[in-house]
């Protein structure tokens, strides 16, 4: 099959290069609930970016050469002899990770702590690819009205987008004030969960017009250009408290102590974005009573949530669609900043 394999690391992101369309072989069916995905589309991460940052290499057993691509989604090609829950032919979206299902953390529901799981994409061959090899678990049914390269981001970005906003929408009531840091790829996902799931007002804040712009159009009551004193603004838009929820979609550079700052004293601060530090005196954290929640991708209910609210029109995706020989356009168009929202390659 032909893949865009990366070969090398590039600490500094400077090369022309991140990966080689290449061929490779198709991967195979070993395993009883091994499943090989035909690859409809795969998303573009900034996840993927940090990989060939080398960032994920002291903390996932990643060897090269490797092939991206951890937001997959497409039909059945084949199964092994033990899966029962998917056919050939069927339109799926794939959950990104692969787990057994024995351990308590699986059985409890809770996929992304699951013992023994493998992460395609990240320490597995992913998806920029023609083939994917996941398994049964991983694997939820698409309605008829979605296609797999409009929903393929939807696994990660959307999963984890969801998963902060659904925390946020559950503790969120009427008259109270959400901020959305970060209106673009996976925030124009949480601005639209958010504004299905609750009564909040949504406050967006960001660099880029046009991210505040869409974020207008899908659910934003209001949005303010991030610069140096946008903590003022947010404190004044919330009647001079800051806002029971602060969702960080950057959580690097000045966002953090400035999501932190905006965050209402016993109001939550969501981490989703990475690659700063969060530095709060603990006497801060004792009079303020400010809870701080890290978000890790989601579960596979959630992942089914999602979708049910993607079959209903109520949280769609900004796609832009590449080739898959032409990854290393859309790599270099995502740490440019060219488009909003989602990247999607299609081989
Ligand atoms: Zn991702």
Not at 251 to 267: I, M
Request: proline fraction near 4%.
């Amino acid at each position: 099959m032909k893949a865009a394999v990366m070969h090398l690391y590039d600490e500094k992101l400077e090369n022309s290069d991140w990966v080689v369309y290449q061929d490779v072989p198709d991967p195979k069916i070993t395993n009883p609930s091994d499943v090989i995905i035909r690859i409809g589309g795969a998303g573009v991460c900034r996840t993927d970016l940090h990989v060939i940052e080398g960032i994920w290499r002291d903390h996932s057993d990643l060897t090269l050469p490797h092939i991206l691509g951890h937001e997959n989604a497409g039909w059945v090609e084949e199964v092994g002899n033990g899966v029962n829950n998917v056919k050939v032919g069927d339109k799926v979206i794939v959950h990104p990770l692969m787990t057994k299902g024995y351990c308590l953390a699986c059985r409890r529901g809770n996929d992304m702590h699951a013992e023994d799981s493998i992460f395609p994409g990240i320490n597995a061959n992913g998806g920029y690819a023609e083939y994917l090899l996941t398994n049964d678990r991983a694997l939820v049914k698409l309605p008829d009205n979605l296609d797999p390269k409009a929903v393929a981001p939807h696994t990660d970005a959307g999963l984890t987008a969801y998963r902060a906003a659904k925390q946020a929408a559950g503790h969120l009531l009427p008259g109270e004030y959400v901020v959305v840091i970060g209106g673009g790829g996976l925030g124009h996902i949480g601005i639209q969960v958010l504004a299905a799931m609750c009564a909040a007002e949504i406050i967006v804040v960001d660099r880029a017009e046009a991210a505040l712009e869409l974020s207008r159009k899908i659910g934003a009551h209001h949005t303010v250009k991030a610069g140096d004193g946008w903590v003022d603004e947010i404190i004044a838009l919330t009647g001079g408290h800051g806002a029971e929820a602060v969702i960080d979609f950057v959580g690097e550079g000045d966002a953090v102590q400035k999501g932190l700052a905006s965050t209402r004293n016993q109001g939550s601060y969501y981490i989703v974005g990475y690659g700063g530090k969060v530095e709060i005196p603990t006497i801060d954290m004792i009079t303020s009573e400010k809870r701080i929640i890290g978000c890790l991708v989601g579960t596979f209910p959630e992942l089914v949530e999602l979708m049910a609210l993607a079959e209903r029109g109520l949280v769609k995706l900004d796609t832009h669609e590449y080739k898959l020989s032409d990854a290393n356009k859309a790599l270099h168009d995502l740490h440019h900043g060219k488009y909003t929202g989602r990247a999607v390659l299609v081989p």
